[in-house]
Nanobody, 115 residues
Framework: QVQLVESGGGLAQPGGSLTLSCAAS????????MSWYRQTPGQERELVAR???????NYADSVKGRFTISRDNVKSTVYLQMNSLKPEDTAVYYC?????????WGQGTQVTVSS
């Protein structure tokens, strides 16, 4: 059974930091590209950051220089380190795994940036 379990969301102040984790199971993690998406009410889900199976990364312009995605293939976990948080980073953050034939989503974790 495939599972992507996000954790680490919560409330942060502007300028603060949070680290999201996504623990994967039920598939061969190292073969999959892993991404973080986010979504706010009434908006489409948008890509925040992606890491390929070989470790290459790319970021949305809005988070470049502030967020860092990383993966641990031993622990089958992908992380999103979020620094210098802004109120506009408030959203539900989703973990995504994409392989050649399959794609999986986590259940999402809420991130709220507010003073």
């Amino acid at each position: 059974q495939v599972q992507l379990v996000e954790s680490g969301g919560g409330l942060a102040q502007p300028g603060g930091s949070l680290t999201l984790s996504c623990a994967a199971s039920g598939f061969t993690f190292r073969w999959y590209g892993m991404s973080w998406y986010r979504q706010t009410p009434g908006q489409e889900r948008e890509l925040v950051a992606r890491t390929t199976s070989s470790g290459d990364t790319n970021y949305a312009d809005s988070v470049k220089g502030r967020f860092t995605i990383s993966r641990d293939n031993v622990k089958s976990t992908v992380y999103l380190q979020m620094n210098s948080l802004k109120p506009e980073d408030t959203a539900v953050y989703y973990c995504n795994a994409r392989g050649n034939r399959n794609e999986y989503w986590g259940q999402g974790t809420q991130v709220t940036v507010s003073s």
